[in-house]
């Protein structure tokens, strides 16, 4: 290793570590990086760049010792266990200041609780989402970083660099106290949840409605080119035309309806649950990829309960139907995790700017699409709103696209097509601009059976009544 020092270290060079690291080096930063495998190393330095300083190591001494003081470390690994496993390992080869940075995504509660231990040993640490898989890592992600302003600081230049980039402006910005980072990278998994269930379901009814994969790539296509332009409607359109180098069939259709997940969209959602924040279309995503996973159940209930029947629409317009109710469910997903964020916010004094949220989710990030473009002009204009179904510019967007939404749900539901995410965000729209909802009767019932009170829209106070 010579007596080179290196600007920034990282700690687990998988998919994302890799990837990152070696941005880094693209944009001027000698970079070193440490993993226990030595493939990952020997792989980290054959990719690098000619001409960039890139160095692996199978050694956190070497790794530590290479590093220039402040030292500025990121580990990119599992959360849970490693990430205080390498803490711990880490710790006692710094200095004081050095700079600790979890990239991972990690719960915002382990980051809370990190926060404040490695303060405690005289040591920075900031929890910091990272999004834009693989490629985004590489080329630009969106970066979410939070906490020890001063660690932020300290490594700002770098992840400015690294960032995308919209109209020049990078995907990167402070994001609040405390794990606010983490909290922010939650949420947009969250709402990347949320759309991609709204995707497969629109991708369902276009199939009923008859559509080979061909014709889906094409319908995809003219979306992505238009009004519902994002990196989610893009990848899709192109998967359906993506062959299987095995069989030469489509891939897509070889592939198992068992969906996987890593936790964040159900962390997402019980948090949710705890703040009180209604999230319906992200609940209803995660219960989803739940319910596709009891796929011997499925087999044997769809015994029980044959037939789909057959939509009544034409093709074409079912096209144009599928495509307002999935932008306006779309719309939904975003409009109810940004809510989230304002009310966590709050309630865990974050102070998250979501006028930066929404700015920095415009380019590298899974959920970056044309609307996170609007939701930014509606923030400069007022930064403090409750929910973007307040907004005008908002309002016109869902009214646009508010009658095949209704159409498409009830076509859905006679035919027996589940569109759970697009019903569930059509309903909480109805909820919210329903000024009066029946649940004067829930409290008459609570009042019922357990005396636990109510209030009268003609009187102050609180009341109770012997109902038998
Ligand atoms: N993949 C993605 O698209 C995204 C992932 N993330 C998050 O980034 C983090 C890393 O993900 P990803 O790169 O995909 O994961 P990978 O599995 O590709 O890489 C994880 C790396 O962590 C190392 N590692 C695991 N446990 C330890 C440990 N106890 N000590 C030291 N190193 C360890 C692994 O080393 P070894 O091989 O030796 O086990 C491996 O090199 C995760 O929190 C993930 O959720 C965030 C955004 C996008
Ligand atoms: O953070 C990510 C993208 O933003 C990761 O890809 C994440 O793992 C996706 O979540 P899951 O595996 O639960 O679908």
Redesign the pocket.
Known sequence: MANRLFDFGMIGLGVMGRNLLLNMADHGFPVLGFDRDAAKTQALETSATAGTTVKGTGSLEELVQGLARPRRIMMLVPAGKPVDDVIDSLMPLLDEGDVIIDGG?SHYTDTLRRVKYVKSKGFHFMGM?????EKGARFGPSIMPGGDVQAYNNVKPMLEAVSAKVNGSPCVDYMGHDAAGHYV?MV??GI??GI?QLISESYSLLQHAGLTNAQLHDVFAKWDDGDMHSFLIEITRDIFLKKDDKTGKDLVDLISDK???????KWTSQDALDLPVPITVIDTAVAL?NISSFKEDRVEIAKIYPGVEKINVAQEAMVEQVHDALYFATLISYIQGLAMLQSASAALNMEIPLQNVVRIWRGG???RSGLLETFYQVYVKNPNLSNLLLDETIAGLIKSKLANTRTIVAEAAKAGIPVAAIASALSYFDAYRTERLPTNLVQAQRDYFGAHTYQRIDMEGTFHTEWQ
């Open positions: 995504n989402g990272v999004s834009g898989g990278k947009h998994n990347e949840y991609m969906a996987g997940s890593k936790g964040t969209g990829r990030c899974i959920i």
